[in-house]
């Protein structure tokens, strides 16, 4: 059966390694802090001016001076730290971060990517997410396979407003895991959800996609 955001969150934590310094964007992305594997220590890094942070509070431990740039109450960890976001952003620019994992609206076929704004509705701003993914050396996305409306939003070419081209190195969602493969430009179907085919999706990815023989599934534990 398809995953919920928790375990799309687990599986993304799977792609830390210790010692990498990383950063999360707003919503499913925030969940992936609570799944960092035991004994291993990654430095989470928040555009706010924050790098060290841990998982959500318990209620009784909420202070709401300590936030992420979702504005969400966090934790942090032994030897975090607090800085500006001028200097937030250079670790992101300067090539620092190891790792940023995004939510996003539509993914090209090509890797590209639109998750900062939808024409029409009022944003505040574009957040750092073009930064991020100029900057930083890997980049995975985490959303649901399909929109609102049932729509793919892995798709040929976006059609919102672009954050990046040709930068997004994985995409995780309820049904699968993609992974670009850099020498043909496309996206390679790698892991499948627990008891979702193949056929379910190539019938919610409108985007070409490579499809190898043998295709290993989705470990949610």
């Known amino acids: 059966m398809p995953l919920d955001r928790n375990q799309i969150a ?5 792609e830390l390694r210790d010692g990498f310094y990383v950063n999360l964007g707003i919503g499913m992305p925030t969940l992936v802090a609570n799944y960092v594997p035991a004994g291993m220590q990654v430095w989470l890094q928040s555009e706010n001016g924050l790098l060290g942070m841990g998982p959500f509070p318990e209620e009784d431990a909420v202070d709401p001076d300590l936030i992420n740039a979702g ?3 966090v934790t942090g960890v032994p030897g975090h730290s607090f800085f500006s976001s001028a200097d937030s952003f250079a670790m992101i620019r300067g090539g620092h971060i190891d790792l940023a994992i995004l939510g996003a609206m539509e993914i090209s076929q090509e890797g590209d990517i639109a998750n900062w704004m939808i024409p029409g509705k009022l944003v505040k701003g574009m957040g ?12 995975i996305v985490v ?3 399909v929109n609102k409306k049932g729509e ?7 059609t919102l407003p672009l954050t990046g081209q040709k930068c997004i190195d994985m995409v995780i969602t309820e049904l699968c895991v993609l992974e670009m493969n850099k020498a043909r430009r496309r996206f390679e179907l790698k892991e499948l959800a627990p008891g979702v085919t193949v056929e379910e999706v190539l019938a ?16 949610c534990s």
């Open 143 to 145: 959303m649901e396979h």
């Open 204 to 219: 919610k990815t409108t985007a070409e996609i490579l499809v190898p023989a043998s295709v290993g599934t989705v470990s």
């Open 10 to 14: 687990r599986r993304a934590a799977q």
């Open 71 to 73: 504005k969400q109450t």
């Open 128 to 139: 750092g997410a073009m930064d991020l993914v100029a900057g930083v050396k890997r980049v």
């Open 152 to 158: 793919s939003k892995i798709i040929p070419k976006c």
